[in-house]
Nanobody
Framework: QVQLVESGGGLVQAGGSLRLSCAAS????????MGWFRQPPGKEREFVSG????????AYADSVKGRFTNSRQNAKNTVYLQMNNLKPEDTAVYYC?????????????????WGQGTQVTVSS
């Protein structure tokens, strides 16, 4: 069992930055691939970024490449999402999720545990 708690969301102007954190509790955090998803108002949940527990490699949605960077600190059981040059279309509830798969996948169905989400609002 893994519990996830996100933090760091808020209101920011376009062009600004935020860093989201996801703290995990439970066993074997280092053996979970971690994903970030977001759900804009009235839309489905979508993949943003993820990092594999096996290879350490990261993947990003095309819409955030070059602007968002994820990282993980296994010693702190925490993953981060650094978001730069934010745009109004980045407005959404952001979720972190854990998967026991060795690779990053983009389907929410592949993730076993979810946080409660944190709101990110980008004003124009």
């Amino acid at each position: 069992q893994v519990q996830l708690v996100e933090s760091g969301g808020g209101l920011v102007q376009a062009g600004g930055s935020l860093r989201l954190s996801c703290a995990a509790s439970g066993r074997a955090f280092s053996r979970y691939s971690m994903g970030w998803f977001r759900q804009p108002p009235g839309k489905e949940r979508e993949f943003v970024s993820g990092v594999s527990w096996y290879s350490g490699t990261s993947a990003y949605a095309d819409s955030v490449k070059g602007r968002f960077t994820n990282s993980r600190q296994n010693a702190k059981n925490t993953v981060y999402l650094q978001m730069n040059n934010l745009k109004p279309e980045d407005t959404a509830v952001y979720y972190c999720a854990a998967s026991n798969r060795p690779i990053v996948t983009t389907s929410p169905n592949d993730y076993d545990y979810w946080g409660q989400g944190t709101q990110v609002t980008v004003s124009s």
